[in-house]
């Protein structure tokens, strides 16, 4: 087999050998970055201690708990199904002389937050940006754009072939979720000392100058002099002051995103030990990727230029 394989290096056309040449070529440093995007998930995953939300510090943990909608429940776009979250695809089937395909006409992911509660707390959940598996996943077929009995919201103005495939990926309200990302809990007034707070408003008020010359401009001479403007100073830090009474008995806010300085955002009905487990089979079938097509990619170069 290798011997054929040498010939045909030697005598293959130029523009078969430099495709499948350039093929080995950009498929190597390819299946090298995913094995490290891989590794870098089992090393997040493994070496972030799993917090609880009463007690978890700010900034990239790993939270465990049961997922619940934030609000009332989703309901998938095909099928109607209540939800907390989906990802749900429409496909169809084209064909073009000898080769056929599926063509992605729709797809739709929710973005509504999700909650997890872990016994201590619940935590706000920003699904965008993240990498989700879900347990529920469900492929079928149909000959129209719009699945026959499903909900069709967001889906009728579709118009295309006869053959559709339909994927339909969610997580239910009570399904165990594992959560991977960055934490931030919100409090009343956000961490602002007053004065910051007082100048944040009183920006955001200059932003409606004609109705902050009606509330502070007493002379109306069409202009905020400085006596004036003390005056809308106090009336933003009495605003700042009266928000906070407000907020003081309530609950500060959990929240969980994308990471700001990128390490993975990971969000699955999956444990911990079965993601290490996926995402190392991952990273060993990419190095072994790697391995093969990098050496064979530069012996191809090396036999053919060498023969000339």
């Known amino acids: 087999m290798l011997a054929d394989?040498?010939?045909?290096?030697?005598?293959?056309?130029?523009d078969s050998f430099w495709l499948w040449t350039g093929l080995l070529a950009l498929l190597a440093p390819f299946s090298g970055f995913l094995a490290l995007r891989a590794l870098?998930?089992?090393?997040?995953?493994?070496?972030?201690?799993?917090s609880k939300i009463r007690s978890a510090h700010q900034g990239y943990v790993e939270l465990i708990g049961t997922c619940e909608p934030a609000a009332d429940p989703l309901r998938t776009p095909l099928t109607g199904s209540p939800c907390a979250w989906y990802h749900?695809?429409?496909?169809?089937?084209?064909?073009?002389?000898?080769?056929?395909?599926?063509?992605?006409?729709?797809?739709?992911?929710s973005e509504a937050p999700l909650k997890l509660?872990?016994?201590?707390?619940?935590?706000?959940?920003?699904?965008?940006?993240?990498?989700?598996?879900?347990?529920?996943?469900?492929?079928?077929?149909?000959?129209?754009?719009?699945p026959s009995g499903g909900a069709a919201s967001g889906l009728r103005g579709i118009v295309g072939g006869s053959r559709y495939r339909y994927t339909e990926e969610r997580i239910d309200a009570g399904d165990p979720l594992y959560a991977l990302g960055e934490f931030v809990t919100l409090a009343a007034g956000d961490g602002e000392d007053l004065h910051t707070a007082t100048g944040r408003l009183l920006r955001a008020w200059k932003q409606d100058p004609q109705?902050?010359?009606h509330r502070f401009d007493r002379d109306g001479d069409g202009?905020?002099?400085p006596q004036e403007w003390e005056a809308a100073r106090e009336a933003a830090r009495q605003a700042v002051l009266r928000e906070r009474l407000e907020n003081a008995g309530r609950p500060p806010l959990h929240t969980l995103?994308?990471?700001r300085d990128g390490r993975?955002?990971?969000?699955?009905?999956?444990?911990?030990?079965?993601?290490?487990?996926?995402?190392r089979w991952q990273a060993l079938g990419w190095t072994c990727a790697f391995v093969l097509t990098a050496p064979a990619a530069l012996w191809m170069l090396l036999v053919r230029l060498g023969s000339g």
Request: proline fraction near 6%; charged fraction near 30%; aromatic fraction near 8%.
């Open 5 to 14: 394989w040498h010939a045909w290096i030697l005598h293959a056309p130029p």
């Open 40 to 50: 870098r998930r089992v090393r997040a995953i493994e070496n972030t201690p799993t």
């Open 88 to 109: 749900c695809t429409v496909e169809r089937y084209v064909r073009s002389g000898k080769h056929s395909r599926w063509k992605t006409v729709r797809e739709v992911r």
């Open 117 to 146: 509660l872990d016994g201590t707390g619940e935590c706000l959940i920003d699904p965008r940006g993240a990498e989700v598996l879900p347990r529920t996943r469900r492929i079928w077929y149909g000959n129209s754009v719009v």
């Open 211 to 213: 109705t902050l010359l």
């Open 223 to 225: 202009r905020i002099d």
């Open 257 to 259: 995103g994308r990471s």
């Open 264 to 279: 993975p955002f990971i969000l699955s009905v999956h444990g911990q030990r079965a993601l290490g487990r996926r995402y």
